[in-house]
């Protein structure tokens, strides 16, 4: 198994650009979660979806964040604008029901907005 | 407002030595606590899980102490090494999966 899969690793963009990070879960993992991390806020949970279906979104700290999870195997985190307090690494992790394994995380996305 | 609140911030340990990470929840509903550990330029790894219904969880050099009436539980880290060198999470879950974590602690085992 691959695990989950992240791309880009790294991105570099000037603030007012739109940005989209891409995730592609474990197959057969119903859960997926979007994950930002910090060093002064530490691992803060965006979103998440079950089913493809977003669940709680309440993590998402402004309307110029949105996410989407058109099928089981991809989903997408965008930002539109950017802005420097964007700068962040972002995760994704993905779960199965009932698995006493917990979440399985990406490498993440190391994303600067200057 | 953090859910999980963790200490201590950093640590460092001697090679062999025992490194100790405590963390404490309010919420009741959470019933599942796992510890991540986390390298630099990675995400976060599982490490080891506990239920509420454990009071203590070993697997290798590394122990999970809960108390459930406390609402405490603890990671324990036996004869410390170099490769242990990481941040670690501890989390917990309610029913409804969702992962709250705590800010973490930075390990460094010197030689």
């Known amino acids: 198994d691959a695990g989950v899969i992240q791309s880009p690793r790294h991105e570099v963009t000037e603030m007012g650009q739109e940005v989209t990070l891409r995730c592609k879960p474990i197959?057969?993992?119903?859960?997926l979660f979007w994950y930002r991390q910090t060093m002064m806020r530490g691992l803060e949970l965006l979103i998440y979806f079950n089913n493809n279906v977003p669940i709680d979104d309440s993590g998402m700290p402004e309307d110029r964040f949105s996410a989407k999870m058109p099928n089981a195997s991809f989903s997408t985190l965008k930002i539109q604008p950017s802005e420097p307090r964007d700068s962040a690494v972002y995760f994704c992790?993905?779960?199965?029901?009932?698995?006493?394994?917990?979440?399985?995380f990406g490498s993440g996305t190391r994303l600067t907005v200057v | 407002q953090q859910q999980v609140k963790q200490s201590p911030q950093s640590l460092i340990v001697q090679k062999g030595g025992i490194s100790i990470i405590n963390c404490a929840y309010e919420?009741?509903?959470?019933?599942?606590f796992p510890w991540y550990q986390q390298f630099p330029g990675k995400g976060p790894a599982l490490l080891i899980a506990i239920r509420p219904d454990v009071s203590e969880k070993k697997e290798g050099r590394f122990t999970i102490s809960f108390n459930k009436s406390a609402k405490q539980f603890s990671l324990h880290i036996m004869d410390s090494q170099p490769g242990d060198s990481a941040t670690y999470f501890c989390?917990?879950?309610?029913?409804?999966?969702?992962?709250?974590f705590g800010a973490g602690t930075q390990v460094v085992v010197t030689p």
């Open positions: 919420n009741t509903a959470f019933d599942y």
């Open positions: 197959s057969g993992h119903d859960y």
């Open positions: 992790a993905s779960k199965k029901t009932g698995s006493f394994y917990g979440y399985t």
């Open positions: 989390a917990a879950t309610d029913s409804w999966g969702k992962l709250q």
